[in-house]
């Protein structure tokens, strides 16, 4: 025996009972909400600019992961993302709760945004870091990650902040905002 469930656009999903005797019971979970996918942006080369900016983010969006992979800029800024709302962002630059701690065990505190990591010029960065929607009726997030300084160590991050509207955007830059990244590339993936 087999169930098929047709989507209301296209598409369908098959349950097929497994070939043996006796009775196979599948029991789903009560579920209140949508099912969402997730979804990869388009990874951007960290080339160029003084900020990398992941924009229309559809509304619902409860999870993004930030992916670094080689980037460097051509200073010595701290980096760190900043969440933004609107059809046309703005970036909320203030009232973050973050820190970054590294493997010397040495914190740097962050309020302009969430911490990724502390730079020199020309040191590359990899790692992953996570954002979660905590509240949807104060647009709550939190963040927690982890991401490498060159071949010198690691860096641990984690942090909150309370947006004045709904997530649609993401940036990633450095204190100050001024230097210019100049090598590896940046993707997102959300759900």
Known sequence: MSIVLLGSTSGSCTLQEQAVAG????????????VGLLVSGTSVASTSGTSIDFTGLPAGVRRITVMLAGVSTN??????IQLGTG????????????NITSGTGTTTAFTAGFGVTTTTAATEHAGILTFCLLNSATNAWVQNGNTRFSNIGAFQSAGNVALSGILTAIRITTAGGTDTFDAGSINILYE
């Not at 200073?75 to 760190?80: E, K, M, R, S």
């Not at 059809?87 to 973050?98: C, E, F, V």
């Open 23 to 34: 009775t196979t019971t599948l029991t789903l979970p009560t579920f209140n909400g949508t």
């Open 75 to 80: 200073g010595t800024n701290n980096i760190f």
């Open 87 to 98: 059809a046309t962002p703005t970036y909320t630059s203030s009232g973050y709760l973050s």
